[in-house]
């Protein structure tokens, strides 16, 4: 059988032929990289600019592909709940960790999203989102992560309460509820299982080694807390079992034991109605990415109706938590090759002017692939090379260390520029946004791109930082 490996780029050394499509929103023209219909190379001033000339490395913010992510989704769940007769609804929810960033919360609210959180600034965001009128009072604000009592966490989402009412902790942890009971105030609450993983029963899950969520016998002592508690209500149950899952078969077929346990649950406190499957809706980064969402979505709602069937319970509504599925794919990184160096190594290298483990770090920690495409003479001949990073670091390269993937560019490095693809959903966070970064590279220009419904485009610069910005930030009196 032929090996696979993830399909980072161009693989071959013919040239990309004209109007070749990469993907849903990446294609060749007249030798360009079009992203949807803009021209990138054109934004360092090579041809006719679509905005003034900025400098590279450059990171692109393309929001209109997440209101397109969080439209697609819905009309998934639309259509596979009209075609099976599924009676819940479903709540499409944006996991913040995946990218916090004003423009990308403000995005989801805007596109209908309810909104998840971890951790207490992720509550001060939501105050200010509230405040700015930008997060409705009938979205839910889910409160996931550690919350012990007396931590700043719990202290504001109880704050965070008296501004919104739809706001449900999901408690993590049996310590969790004394915040929520003593409060004074009226919440709806979640409960998590200890769920992450694979496991084919109860069994297994009981045994599982996970710090998320409660165990088997802890969910039932707190649903009695919270059913006896005046000021609580059980609405949601959460029960997430993994990240990037890329087979809707086993994705479904994971989230089954704990779908069993809802059912159980439901059927002992009528006031539950969300089955949370939480996060690892996979999102392509690299080109051959292939999943059916619609069998995903097919499998869900009949693996539901038949478990509540068993259970006599009506099957629930469903939240779904997207982090990665929302932000991967609107969030570029572009670099121009400053260098390319033959020095008898296996194959050429192309020096990037940033670098891949700051800008990537799940390419160099987790032996991730995003897709690598050149912005510029894709008429002309590939041949395969590495990227190097310009840090002195020798794991600041691409395709990671070990990768099975090639990686094609142009011969041609006269004004060679590249760009990572992909790469929105938590790298821009795990890398640290400002502050200093390895070898005191300064943080690049970022480009926030919006477009009409007429498709014209609206382009926001945020200045990268400055060698003053880096050295002060350092500690150093300049
Ligand atoms: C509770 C919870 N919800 C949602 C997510 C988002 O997951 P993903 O990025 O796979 O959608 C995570 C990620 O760690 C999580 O911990």
Known sequence: MAETHPVVGWETESPVPDGYQFNAYLQARNGRLYFEDLNLASLFGQETPAVRPLPSPLEVVYLPLIRQKIAFMNQVFAEVTAEVGYTGRFYYTYASKANAAEEVIRTTLSAGAHHEMSSTIDVDIAKLMIQQGRLASDRMIVCNGFKAAGSQYAANILQLRQLHKNVV????AMGELSSFISSGHSFDVGLRLKSYGHHANEKEMRAANSRFGLGLDDIWKAADYIAAAPNLRLVMYHNMVGSQIVDPEAFVRWLKPGAEVYARLRQRH???????FGGGMPVGMTLDFAFDYHDFVRRLLTMLQETCRRYNVPPPDIMGE?????????????????TAKENDSKLPWYIIDGSIMSSFP??????????????????????????????????????????????????DTDGLLVGFFSVGAYQEMLGGVRGSKHCVLPEAYELIIERDHKGDYAFQILQGQTPDDVLRNLGYQI
């Open 169 to 172: 902790p999901v408690i993590e």
């Open 270 to 276: 009528d006031t539950l109605h969300i089955f949370n």
């Open 322 to 338: 997207y982090g990665r599925y929302t932000t991967s794919e609107h969030g570029a990184h572009l670099f121009s090759i400053i």
């Open 362 to 411: 799940d390419s160099w920690a987790l032996g991730e692939h995003f897709i690598v495409l050149p912005l510029n003479h894709l008429d002309k001949p590939f041949q395969r090379v590495q990227l190097g990073g310009i840090t002195c670091d020798s794991d600041d390269v691409y395709p990671p260390k070990p990768s099975p993937s090639p990686l094609y560019l142009p011969v």
